[in-house]
């Protein structure tokens, strides 16, 4: 029995059970890291941290003194997330020898839960843009199939969960940045909601896109590290107010309000739309009641990216001139698009989340939940050009971010929780991922519908 390919429940169970130890844990987790080196998965790598907690964790054990949930669980940090002590990048070699004096919110509360963390995972510089590559680092690849991208910007993270290297992982989102490589990888990713996790390392806590979430393999794993994390801080404008009473997760699909999006203004590629089509007629069957909505996401990407690059020219400009050299030309690029931005635009992208925030909140007091594709296209050839126009089943579909995955950046500005699980698999055995959206702080009822769509579709 290989550890690695357990779950996490599972293998909190054994060792609770003292039928594997949290050392035993590790060196599995380890192993695998070193015999899937070649993914590419990690920036930073903490073995020897690992070993000495694990140790301690199983002198715990062996006192018999009580247990946390994830006690002895190996898990990674993707490298944007500040971790006390050891190295945190942000993918950047501006940063490649910053080592944080502080652990931020998510990553106290996983080893308050117990888990053992035994690495940092690859990331584009400042999670800037969806393929997996970064000067630090080269490339992180796809464990289904190297000639395609494992997605990003929580490359690494996916890959490692994937891959088996630690069932858990801890990821973050600025447009997808979970959901995306956990719909290229075939794993499960979840965005909270805005402010369900807190998020405090964002220079702009009062206008924030970007989130902090976990990544696992099944959606129970999702559920259990969720609980983890999850809860208001006060550091976090959005967790000062108590939030509304959570609604019970649904015990079946039957009555449940699909509102059913299979396109959001772009093109689909049709395996992809023949999939996701299935999975939710297969909810159907199941008793859902199923509806088909449109919204035009597309038209969104435009204000997006304003944000985007206005964020970057805020946080990085003040590093042009001095490391020009070492940053990514991405970057750099949409650094200067910031820098050329007038206020008026800036604000009315902020109208336009706004605006977004109500077409969401309109569908949703009727629905249940909103259901898409992830992507509306396999994970891409890893030689595709991302930077220009892409093309989807055979036709010019615009700009990567409205043409591969528009169902995904709407909702890091709108605040709502959203999630994307395995959904099957095309013709070439990419995974193609089922992207599920529901109302604020309903996050434990989205990962009991999400865990309802998993059972029906593995029946």
């Not at 779950?7 to 060792?15: N, Q, T």
């Not at 080269?138 to 088996?164: E, F, L, M, Q, W």
């Not at 959606?219 to 999850?230: K, M, N």
Request: proline residues 7%.
């Amino acid at each position: 029995m290989d550890l690695m390919d357990l779950s996490a429940r599972e293998l909190a169970s054994l060792i609770k059970r003292k039928q594997v130890t949290p050392v035993e844990a590790v060196q599995s987790a380890l192993a695998r890291m070193e015999a899937r080196r070649d993914l590419n998965a990690f920036i930073t790598e903490t073995a020897d941290l690992a070993l000495a907690t694990a140790r301690a964790a199983q002198d715990k054990v062996m006192r018999g003194e009580p247990l946390p949930p994830l006690h002895g669980v190996p898990y990674s940090v993707k490298d944007l997330t500040a971790t006390a002590g050891v190295r945190t990048t942000m993918g950047s070699l501006i940063h490649e020898h910053h080592v944080p004096d502080y652990d931020a919110v998510a990553v106290a509360r996983a080893k308050a839960a117990g888990a053992i963390l035994i690495g940092k995972t690859t990331t584009p510089e400042y999670g800037h843009k969806p393929y997996a590559t970064a000067p630090i680092f080269g490339r992180t690849y796809n464990p289904i199939n190297r000639d395609y991208t494992p997605g990003a910007s929580s490359s690494g993270a996916a890959v490692a969960v994937a891959a088996g290297m630690g069932p858990l992982a801890l990821g973050t989102d600025g447009g997808g940045s979970i959901r995306i490589p956990a719909s290229c990888c075939g794993i499960v990713g979840m965005k909270p909601t805005l402010g369900a996790i807190p998020h405090l390392q964002a220079p702009d806590l009062y206008s924030p896109n970007s989130y902090i979430g976990p990544m696992a393999r099944d959606v129970a794993d999702t559920a259990l590290f969720f609980d983890v994390l999850e809860g208001l801080d006060r550091g976090d404008p959005y967790g000062q107010a108590g939030k509304p009473a959570a609604r019970p997760a649904p015990l079946s699909l039957q009555g449940l309000r699909v509102a059913w999006l299979p396109t959001a203004g772009n093109p689909v590629d049709p395996e992809v739309a023949a999939i996701t089509e299935q999975a939710v007629r297969a909810m159907e069957q199941a008793g859902a009641i199923v509806e088909t909505v449109f919204i035009d996401f597309v038209a969104l990407e435009k204000h997006f990216l304003v944000i985007h690059r206005a964020s970057a020219a805020g946080r990085i400009g003040a590093n042009l001139e001095k490391f020009h050299d070492k940053i990514d030309p991405t970057l750099v690029e949409a650094v200067l698009q910031g820098r050329e931005l007038s206020a008026v635009a800036v604000m009315e992208a902020g109208y336009a989340r706004t605006d977004y925030f109500r077409k969401v909140e309109r569908i949703l007091a009727t629905a249940d939940v909103l259901i898409s594709p992830t992507l509306s296209a396999p994970p891409m050839h890893i030689d595709t050009n991302l930077d220009g126009e892409v093309e989807i089943a055979g036709q010019a579909a615009g700009t990567v971010r409205g043409a591969w995955y528009p169902y995904t950046f709407p909702m890091n500005l709108t605040g709502h929780p959203a999630l994307s699980m395995p959904c099957g698999r095309n013709s070439k055995g990419l995974p193609i991922g089922l992207h599920l959206c529901g109302r604020w702080h309903d996050d434990r009822y989205l990962l009991g519908v999400a865990h309802l769509v998993e059972e029906t579709l593995a029946g």
